[in-house]
């Protein structure tokens, strides 16, 4: 999905991906041989071509900076795939082909895990490469009808100049939240000497909502009975309950996104609650590891409430991907492969505002 939001100005020279099926679906909508389906522990210098490129951007495993996660943190199994990706960038500095500029992708846990030294190891880990860091919280709500922050850490060499514009003095509220900021204020004093306050317009006003993004007639889910869209609802505190009757009694056509979440029943024993919200936007998409994680809709057509899965198209949808992207048959596989990705247009977005001037700048200043 980082693919599909760079293209068409960025040429691909290398991918890679430990999973067989999500590499799968790669292949089968890029149709190239520049992905390595490998773990990225496997990677050398001897398998990347032989260039120094513009842009390395990585999306490493968030499970252990989750806050659903163990808690971890970058040494964790999972997102400890970071320091195999970092010596994959060591070994190119090392090799005089220092990509210019790194972005990598991750969840805003990443800024408070081990109390904030997770994200400062971030920082000085490519600090010690060469490079100046700036991070920007992007919510993809802005692009897409679902609620999705995500963390940007955004790296260029410590020796390339800057053109005006692309940073500024301090934080702004439009990227930089209040855990940022703090995560900030964690960092050594060498480490804030070089940081980088980007700077970046923001996008225009988002037209679509989640009512826009339904299938009417889906075909990798089917329509709940009566009696589960009944138990649905009998699911919900007082205070759901009431957001569904006010969507009947308005009269016309609502969509909500619903999460099945654990919560302390009257006894204080753990009970399964549904929690619906009618902002036409959704809740975040995660990877599917149990029932509980899939989300659910709930089409209120006056007096009619059916419910359902979210379609496979529609977390494509949710992630800024055409319907002309291929998506894996089988229903998991393609929920999981939207659910671990990163929305599309939010990547467009950075690469036009913030990457691809960036480029061009450090190129003229070169080469004069």
Known sequence: MARAGLTPEWSCAFANDFDLKKSATYRSNWL??????????????????????????????????????????????????????????????????????????????????HRGRDFSAIVAAFSKLGYRTGAMVIDAELFVPQSRPRLFFICVKADHPLRSGFTSDGPSDAWHTPSLMRAHEMLGVDLQ???????????????????????????????????????????????????????????????GAIYRRTRPGPDGEPIQRAEVRFDDVSGCLRTPTGGSSRQLLLIVDGNQIRSRLISARETARLMGLPDSYLLPARYNEAYHLTGDGVVAPLVRHLSNQLLLPLIQGIRARIAA
């Open 32 to 113: 190239g041989d520049e992905l390595l389906t490998a773990d990225v522990r496997k990677v050398t210098l001897v398998d990347l071509p032989a260039i120094t490129p513009d842009l390395v951007w990585a999306s490493f495993p968030c499970q252990d900076l989750s806050l659903a996660g163990g808690g971890a943190g970058l040494r964790g199994d999972r997102s400890g795939a970071f320091w195999p990706f970092w010596s994959i960038v060591q070994d190119l500095v090392e090799a005089d082909r220092s990509p210019t500029i790194i972005a990598l992708e991750n969840v805003g846990g990443a800024l408070t895990s």
């Open 193 to 255: 000497r070089d940081w980088i306050w980007w700077a970046m317009d923001p996008p225009r006003s988002r037209k679509t909502g989640l009512i826009d993004i339904i299938e009417e007639h889906p075909t990798s889910v089917a329509w709940h009975s009566s009696e589960e869209t009944s138990r649905l609802l009998r699911m919900m505190v007082p205070l759901h309950r009431r957001k569904v009757d006010r969507a009947v009694q308005s009269g016309r056509r609502h969509v």
